[in-house]
């Protein structure tokens, strides 16, 4: 008698051990693709980070660009003064005309350095709409996780009664190790 008891002992632990298993193999599957979900999250955050760093400067640059153009329309003003008094090979034309020149470069630095910066804020939006995604993700692998966590319950309380079970009739005698 006490070797179909521990016989069957050991089908119980057998046979609930593969579901007991299988529960948790799903549950771990979810907690991945939440942490997935997460990390991907935390780097859209960045990026949004990153854009509004972006915006800032885009403000920084339109106004310096700005300023800049008022100059060089004021410069060219002056150019033409001093052209119109001392000629056009004076040294005070020239000295006006190289600021103006000077000025000019600035200005297609400022220019390029604007719309890098726009391209990157562009770039950097479409990375926010992908953190949508991917905090809906997260949403849902949260989900996962809940439902994994759900379904995992009645499977360990299970082989907690097999195990209490096992170890009943282990202590009376009828169960061998």
């Known amino acids: 008698m ?10 119980l632990v057998t046979e609930n051990a593969d579901a007991f298993f299988g529960v948790f ?15 991907a999250t935390a780097k859209q955050v960045d990026a949004l980070a990153q854009a509004a760093q972006r915006a800032a400067n885009i403000d920084t640059l339109t106004s310096k ?3 800049q153009q008022k100059e060089l329309a004021i410069l060219k003003q002056e150019l033409t003064q001093v052209a119109a008094k001392y000629g056009d090979s004076s040294t005070q034309a020239q000295r006006k005309a190289l600021a103006a020149d000077k000025l000019t470069a600035s200005i297609a630095a400022t ?6 910066e726009q391209q990157a804020l562009q ?16 949403a849902d692998a949260t989900e996962d996780v809940g439902q994994a966590a759900k379904r995992a319950t009645p499977a360990i309380d299970h082989m907690g009664d097999v195990a209490r079970k096992a170890d009943r009739l282990h202590l009376s005698g009828n169960f061998l190790c």
Do not use: W
């Open 111 to 116: 220019e390029k350095k604007l719309q890098s």
């Open 65 to 67: 660009l700005s300023v």
């Open 25 to 39: 193999k799903n549950a771990n599957k979810a907690v991945d693709a939440f942490g997935a979900a997460t990390q």
């Open 2 to 11: 006490a070797g179909g008891l521990q016989k069957r002992g050991v089908e």
């Open 123 to 138: 770039d950097e939006a479409q990375a926010a709409q992908a953190a949508t995604v991917a905090t809906a993700k997260a």
